[in-house]
């Protein structure tokens, strides 16, 4: 069971936040794998493969988020993800 | 922040006449440009061509949101806009025709606020009941007051 959930905790690198570009390339990520994505944002978990969810969180620079997968490829996922939002979406 | 703070009555048209994604746009911005909001169109209606370049801004379920940063704004602002036959708006998640439509706007170094706007655009969007009525809406005064009305139900 320990490989099919995954978390992480990471920060908003990118100027201009979880726009909505961002966000798009991030679901379309998440969406390639079967398992459950949640992203959390102050206390607030949505699901991380809607894109109109994961805009209204409204994360600007700086904020702190906790990505969650469960199920199959959950590793996987995660790390795609955070590398995503490490390299702050390809933007400069 | 309030979706009615960005969004006015005058600035809705719930009958879009355009038949594709560059006429809807023009007809969208046009109401900023009555409105005394966008000053120089074809600036602003370079910004969000140049977007939309990028990926398509309609997000599924009949909604796309086009926007752009530009300084003919000095607040950020948006239209609204029902198409009542929906237009091709480039790929979306469901591949859906869009017939709801918010245009945002907002000034180059407002990255704050724009995202604002959008994540507040989009709480509210995600609820379907909503999105429904605001698509049965006929007349402006009445989308506005749906909108309102949403705004002071929801944090």
């Known amino acids: 069971m320990r490989n099919n959930l995954a978390e992480v905790l990471l920060e908003v690198r990118n100027k201009t936040g979880l726009h909505m570009r961002a966000i798009t390339l991030f679901v379309k990520q998440a969406s390639r794998f079967s398992c459950k994505v949640t992203v959390e944002k102050n206390g607030e978990a949505v699901d991380g493969k809607s894109i109109t969810s994961l805009m209204a969180l409204g994360a600007e620079k700086g904020s702190k988020l906790r990505i969650v997968a469960v199920g199959d490829g959950a590793q996987q996922v995660v790390g795609k993800l955070k590398k995503l939002i490490d390299d702050k979406f390809g933007e400069k | ?155």
Do not use: W, Y
């Open chain 2, 1 to 155: 922040m309030k979706m009615v703070d960005f969004l006015k009555a005058e600035a809705i048209k719930v009958s879009l006449e355009a038949k594709n994604k560059k006429g809807i746009i023009e007809e969208l911005l046009e109401l900023l440009v009555q409105t005394g909001k966008v000053k120089d169109k074809s600036n602003v209606l370079n910004a969000i061509f140049e977007r939309e370049k990028i990926g398509s801004t309609a997000i599924g379920k009949g909604v796309a949101i086009p926007h752009a940063k530009s300084n003919a704004v000095t607040e950020v602002t948006a239209a609204c806009g029902i198409s009542f036959e929906g237009v091709d708006f480039g790929h979306t998640v469901d591949d859906e025709p869009v017939r709801l439509f918010f245009l945002l706007v907002a000034p180059n170094d407002a990255a704050g606020p724009h995202l604002k706007a959008l994540a507040r655009l989009s709480r509210l969007l995600h609820n379907s009941g909503f999105r429904e009525s605001l698509m049965k809406a006929t007349a402006k005064e009445e989308l506005f007051s749906i909108i309102s009305e949403e705004d002071r139900k929801r944090q």
